[in-house]
């Protein structure tokens, strides 16, 4: 979907401001929702929750306020509700994200044959220019644009499908490299490069 | 203002100021102005009730919390991957075999995990300047770097590191020319990348476990270079 996550290419949130001296948690709460997303995550995952789905979803406003792990800890929530193991009630008041359904069953074991990749390496593909209102790992900033292939990465499990319950439908996976000039126009160096991994179903021949 | 780990463990403690038995005064600076509030913070609150929760339907087993906690606290961390890097830099044939197949040459050092599964490495050179970067997320090589720091996860370094990468790679202290070029590797699946940075001048009398001491968590990331020995860290902002 095209949310406020979609962050490539933004401008407006100032320096990067490292800082030495920071602790791996910066509060205790959020070492213990690290450790419950391990505890529950194949169980979640098993019933075809998506934590990074269900993030994407957390609106805007409160996306760009929360610490980091807060956004782990909704998306907690949210998937361990449609995955059964919580109920609505038990979550709790205070949730960001709207209640979710109780996710059906997971479709059964796609066993369709492998599909054979349609781009070899060096192929010029383009990002197709589709902008779905659902979980995808396909950034705005290359959809229309085009690159090469520059990996090929086997058969891989297509989040766009499994995020809306069509199973895994499992198809080559590529990593894109696009020049930073086709990108960002004049602005971009040309000796830069920006790589991204892209399925197939989100390229096409260029 | 640093944070020592036992005020970092007050935070969610239900104490008045005065009762902090163990809490260090003596090795920081600061007024007692520290954000101790009397209750924890909300969130605090929601964490530990679900925590709570799981426990007590048998969904989560409290052992195993810890000790996820404690791994990733305190055994994983760029170490690792410093170790990953000067095997790379002293053994010609590791350096191949981690440049083909990273997931299996790292997993020969002991490290695979969550966050590893499909891991590529990609090598600096005099001419090519590798810049790792997750904007939908935070995806990071855990098995390899740990955790990542919250400069890699904040909206600014998420933006800008895919538009004007040598901006950011400046910022942190290190100015490319223009006859190097930088390459950015946008985390959008499940291959993570930990760039294999140049092995600095003057290292050449150095044995691996020296070698690893040089090498930074930023040089892993792509933001610094290794710095030589004896010299202040070209670019980056932390080991």
Not at chain 1, 117 to 134: C, E, Q, S, W
Request: with cysteine; glycine share 8%; net charge negative.
């Amino acid at each position: 979907m095209n949310g406020i996550h979609d962050m490539g290419g933004m401008h407006g949130f100032g320096p990067v401001r490292p800082d030495p001296g920071e602790p791996i948690f910066h509060a205790r709460w959020e070492a213990r929702v690290l450790a419950l997303n391990f505890a529950t995550g194949a169980a979640r995952r098993r019933a075809g929750a998506s934590g990074r789905r269900q993030i994407e979803r957390i609106p805007p406003a409160d996306y760009l306020r929360i610490p980091y792990y807060q956004k782990w800890f909704e998306a907690l929530l949210a998937t361990s509700i449609e995955a059964g193991l919580i109920t609505a009630a038990e979550a709790g008041p205070g949730m960001l994200l709207p209640v979710p359904p109780r996710l059906p069953p997971a479709p059964p074991r796609d066993t369709a044959p492998p599909r054979t990749p349609a781009f070899a390496l060096g192929d010029r593909v383009r990002a197709r220019n589709i902008h779905p209102d659902y979980h995808t790992r396909m950034p705005r900033y290359v959809r229309g644009h085009a690159g090469v292939i520059a990996a090929h990465h086997g058969n891989a499990v297509f989040d766009d499908s499994r995020a809306r319950g069509r199973g895994d439908d499992r198809q080559p996976l590529y990593t894109v490299r696009f020049t930073a000039t086709e990108l960002w126009g004049a602005q971009g160096h040309p000796a830069d490069s920006i790589h991204v991994e892209l399925w197939e179903d989100h390229l096409e021949p260029a | 203002m640093l944070r020592s780990a036992s005020e970092q463990r007050g935070d969610a403690a239900v104490t008045a100021h005065g009762d902090h038995d163990d809490h260090d005064h003596d090795d920081h600076d600061h007024a007692h102005d520290h954000d101790h509030s009397d209750v924890p913070s909300d969130i605090a609150l929601r964490v530990k009730a679900l925590e709570s929760l799981m426990i007590e339907k048998g969904l989560v087993d409290p052992a195993a919390l810890d000790a996820t906690i404690d791994h990733y606290e305190r055994q994983v961390g760029p170490r690792n991957g410093a170790r990953v890097v000067a095997r790379a830099w002293t053994d010609p044939a590791y350096r191949a075999r981690l440049l083909s197949d990273a997931t299996a040459a790292i997993a020969e050092l002991g490290y695979s995990g969550a966050e590893g599964g499909h891991m590529v490495v990609v090598e600096n050179t005099p001419g090519v300047h590798n810049l790792v970067v997750c904007t939908l997320c935070s995806c990071y090589p855990w098995p390899v770097l740990g955790l990542p720091p919250a400069w890699y996860k904040s909206y600014a370094y998420r933006a800008r590191a895919v538009i004007e990468p040598r901006a950011v790679i400046a910022e942190f202290g290190l100015t490319l020319p223009d006859d190097v070029a930088v390459r950015v590797w946008d985390s959008t699946a499940e291959i993570r990348y930990l760039v294999l940075p140049e092995r600095p001048a003057g290292s050449e009398g150095l044995d691996e476990a020296a070698l690893a001491e040089l090498v930074t968590r930023d040089a892993m990331v792509g933001v610094a270079r290794v710095a030589p020995p004896g010299v202040a860290e070209t670019g980056g902002a932390a080991p």
